[in-house]
């Protein structure tokens, strides 16, 4: 989802496996993600072509409002109806075309486009925020109220508005739908004016009208993103007065409509001007207690709480999964999903039980991908306690697809969403800015006040075939390395190779192995063990390459410690993992070898091409930097987790749950 307004021709493809991700079944999972795969080289080639226009880019990033057009045929039409968007004087916008697809199979879709499309300008093909989304159909389609349902799921942005293949909207549509959203924020709609020379009314509604009527309504409106989602759940029933019929359940159901008294919609392109001005005016229930109830859903608030975010272990994971959080809030994805009193708690690492049971829980997976004992514990990795937890979680994230699959299939859980590493990945620079090079807005930056106190840090040192572990003094990220240093311990060597993470007691000895073949073979090198932090931040900074390995015996890519790198501009060498579906993601931006003794030579010719070196490092950047843009993973596991926590409080409630009270406030929805 998150490519599919890059690459107009793959979309067509990937999209019907994409939708299939939603699916229960894994197989039909596995062919999605498999399919996704395939086509991640042509993607990422027309990323790169997309990149060359980051203003574009940049209006896609900020865009507040996606539009919704469905197509019925071969409409010479369409291209003004898509030009009246572009030439919106607000650019933070998208665009979703809905066209048919006629398959009379229901078991799959045709990939060439209908006829219409292929007329369409190439310029707006490669507009990055217009999409372009097939819909199947057994029949013939007469009215748009499917089509636009079909469009709801791929949407992330704040507001949703309609727009018909035949008709074109005003230039200040975006900043008028601003305007009355400003002066009634209470609204869930706005229904806007139209201009309609072959009506009975060359306005509708009339300017006389105050209400909202069958046959004066028609689909110039905009609303929330939360009321198309699952918690909101309002669709399209087609017919003649399908938008009538959308409003008219909207304000049923005690969400307030904004009757704007400005004309933003042109029928058929013809403009009539109100002959006096026409006031705004909100339509509602009157009873004030109700409407209340269902707007406050639309004020919403996500009370996320992160209980490792000071772990030296997982607490970079968090800064990065709150960037995220900030971004996708910014965008629209985390908006109106949450009553305030709802509070979720987001683990990483802990694997006992929630102690505070009024809070849900998000488990994140990161641990490898068979049951097998952990080293030195002699514990299972899902023991029986975790595994009462994960299935007691509103939702379990898994970051890879055989992680996924394993905890589907092996494991047997049903709550679990694939959440990429990439979005708990700590940047330095707020993502919105992240390809706007000229106005990267810095986070973190050291100042004279910051603490520099050493600390003794670990290198595994070999002498011969026996190794031992050392000691010496460590000073943290952003604070010189003392030159005159009087301790007995000896300061730490940067070197331009590093390895880090738990050496001792890996699978068979793995990476012992490794620390002892690379320091026979690479000069620079040093193997480190248990730094976390700033230290830690210092020692990577001064190297160009970071060597990996697993620790199990079977896992996955450590894609937590990967993306970091990346976006570091680090060069990495790792052996393969057990997931090679994982590999193929990262195939051209980590240098993989089959065996730890080919390691060596590897490293060595890297340093040896400072060119290479230097073009690797950049590309690692860019490469994380567009995966950090591609939210709708996360995105569609937010979007789901209302609907998690409601099965969660079922469950309580069955059950005689002190949670009640929170299941009577998601009744409506």
Not at 424 to 436: G, R
């Amino acid at each position: 989802y998150g490519t599919s307004s890059l690459v107009p021709n793959d979309t067509r493809s990937i999209l019907p496996w994409g939708s299939q991700l939603l699916d229960s079944q894994p197989l039909n999972i596995h062919r999605a993600i498999r399919k996704w795969e395939e086509n991640e080289y042509a993607m990422r080639n027309r990323v790169n072509e997309v990149l060359s226009n980051p203003d574009l880019l940049q209006c896609d990033m900020d865009a507040n409002v996606t539009f919704v057009m469905p197509t019925y045929g071969s409409r010479s039409s369409i291209t003004k109806s898509i030009q009246s968007i572009l030439k919106l004087d607000d650019c933070a916008w998208r665009l979703i075309v809905v066209y048919p697809v006629v398959d009379d199979t229901v078991s799959g879709l045709h990939e060439d486009a209908p006829f219409q499309l292929t007329t369409i300008p190439q310029y707006i093909w490669q507009d990055p925020r217009i999409y372009f989304l097939p819909f199947k159909s057994a029949v013939g389609i007469h009215y748009g109220g499917s089509q636009r349902n079909a469009a709801f799921r791929h949407i992330s942005t704040p507001w949703v508005a309609f727009i018909d293949d035949d008709d074109i909207i005003t230039v200040d549509y975006i900043t008028l739908l601003k305007e009355e959203v400003h002066n009634f924020p209470e609204a869930a709609a706005v229904l806007f004016r139209m201009s309609c020379i072959t009506c009975e009314h060359s306005i509708v509604p009339p300017e006389s009208y105050s209400t909202i009527e069958a046959n004066h309504a028609g689909i110039s409106f905009a609303v929330r993103r939360v009321v198309v989602t699952p918690l909101g759940n309002h669709r399209f029933v087609d017919g003649p007065i399908e938008a009538f019929k959308f409003l008219h359940d909207m304000i049923r159901g005690g969400l307030g409509v904004v009757l704007s008294g400005s004309v933003t919609y042109l029928v058929k392109g013809n403009y009539v001007k109100p002959e006096v001005p026409i006031p705004s005016t909100l339509i509602r229930l009157a009873d004030d207690s109700v409407t209340e109830s269902k707007l406050s859903v639309v004020r919403p608030f996500l009370g996320f709480d992160f209980p490792e975010k000071d772990s030296i272990f997982f607490g970079s994971n968090v800064r990065g999964l709150q960037q995220s959080l900030e971004h996708l809030r910014g965008v629209g994805c985390v908006d109106s999903t949450f009553l305030d009193s709802v509070a979720v708690e987001v683990h990483f690492g802990f694997k006992t039980p929630v102690v505070d049971s009024k809070k849900h829980l998000i488990q994140v997976q990161v641990e490898q991908i068979h049951n097998r004992t952990i080293p030195r514990t002699n514990t299972l990795v899902f023991s029986s306690q975790y595994l009462q937890k994960m299935r007691s979680a509103s939702q379990v994230w898994a970051i890879a697809p055989s992680h996924y699959r394993f905890l589907t299939q092996t494991l047997g859980l049903s709550n679990v969403f694939f959440v990429p590493m990439w979005h708990m990945t700590e940047s330095d620079v707020t993502l919105d800015s992240v390809l706007n090079r000229k106005k990267q807005i810095q986070l973190t930056a050291p100042t004279k006040h910051q603490e520099c106190a050493p600390a003794t840090v670990h290198p595994i040192l070999f002498e011969g075939d026996s190794y031992h572990v050392g000691n010496c003094v460590l000073y943290p990220a952003n604070c010189p390395q003392e030159k005159v240093y009087s301790s007995s311990t000896p300061l730490c060597k940067l070197s331009r190779v590093l390895f880090f993470g738990a050496v001792r007691h890996s699978q068979n000895g793995r990476r012992e192995r490794l620390c002892q073949v690379m320091s026979k073979g690479v000069d620079d090198f040093i193997c480190y063990e248990g730094v976390f932090g700033l230290y830690l931040s210092r020692l990577i900074h001064a190297a160009d390459v970071v060597v990996l390995d697993r620790y199990y015996a079977v896992s996955t890519l450590e894609s937590h410690r990967i993306d970091p790198l990346l976006l570091k501009g680090k060069v990495i060498v790792s052996t393969h993992s057990f997931d090679r579906d994982l590999e193929l993601v990262y195939n051209n931006s980590i240098v993989f070898v089959d065996r730890i003794e080919d390691m060596p030579g590897t490293v060595n010719r890297i340093l040896s091409d400072q060119l290479m070196l230097k073009r690797m490092s950049a590309y690692n950047k860019d490469f994380i930097r567009q995966k950090m843009l591609l939210s709708e993973p996360l995105c569609a596991a937010l979007t789901a987790l209302p609907r998690s926590v409601m099965s969660y409080d079922a469950v309580n409630v069955a059950t005689g749950s002190t949670k009640l009270e929170k299941w009577q406030q998601y009744k409506y929805w």
